[in-house]
């Protein structure tokens, strides 16, 4: 598990006035299906903040896979995109020691205190790498946020390893900037 995220769960009794399996005892109990929904009565029926309310609703629902799982399933089928993925998260990690990687079913967030980066194999031979530049407007590789929606303000496609160059860098490293 990510030392991040096992931080995480072991702050939440701390933070959040319950251990993880309570959270989790209490969403099954609620059974809300759509991940925003649940993250919404974490926060307004429990107090929990989003950061924790996000981990925990997402926690839950991964049926007690690790990370590691969840990233491995991503990429079944994709598994020439795995390098360009270990670049990618090599190269946030980079930025700091306050970033949270945190992977889910169909894609990674990359947290600082707000989730800047989203990583996703979008088809077995692209990552879509979606990023919040809010106030940006496209320009060179960065477009604009196409499937990711308002989860992401912008997004750059990636094929291979080669093109993670200086400009995905100066992207991603403004996102991580910005996410203050």
């Not at 980079?94 to 800047?116: E, L, T, W, Y």
Request: charge should be positive; aromatic fraction near 6%; glycine fraction near 6%.
């Amino acid at each position: 598990m990510d030392k991040a995220l096992q931080t995480m769960i072991g702050n939440m009794p701390e933070k959040t006035g319950k251990k993880l399996e309570e959270w989790i005892q209490i969403l099954a109990k609620e059974n809300i299906e759509k991940h925003s929904m649940a993250v919404k009565f974490l926060k307004t029926e429990h107090g929990v903040t989003h950061g924790f309310a996000n981990t925990i609703v997402t926690l839950s629902k991964d049926n007690n896979e690790s990370p590691q799982d969840l990233v491995a399933a991503q990429y079944v089928g994709k598994e020439a995109l795995i390098p360009i993925y270990d670049a990618l998260i090599s190269l946030v990690k980079s930025f700091g020691d306050d970033i949270k990687i945190v992977p889910k079913k169909a894609s990674v967030s990359v947290i600082r205190k707000h989730q800047f980066v989203l990583i996703k194999p979008a088809t077995k031979t692209r990552i879509d790498l979606g990023l919040k530049l809010k106030g940006i407007d496209p320009q060179g590789l960065l477009e604009p946020s196409g499937p990711f929606g308002t989860m992401c303000t912008h997004r750059i496609q990636l094929t291979n390893i080669s093109d993670i160059n200086s400009e995905v860098t100066q992207w991603l490293t403004m996102a991580y900037e910005k996410s203050v």
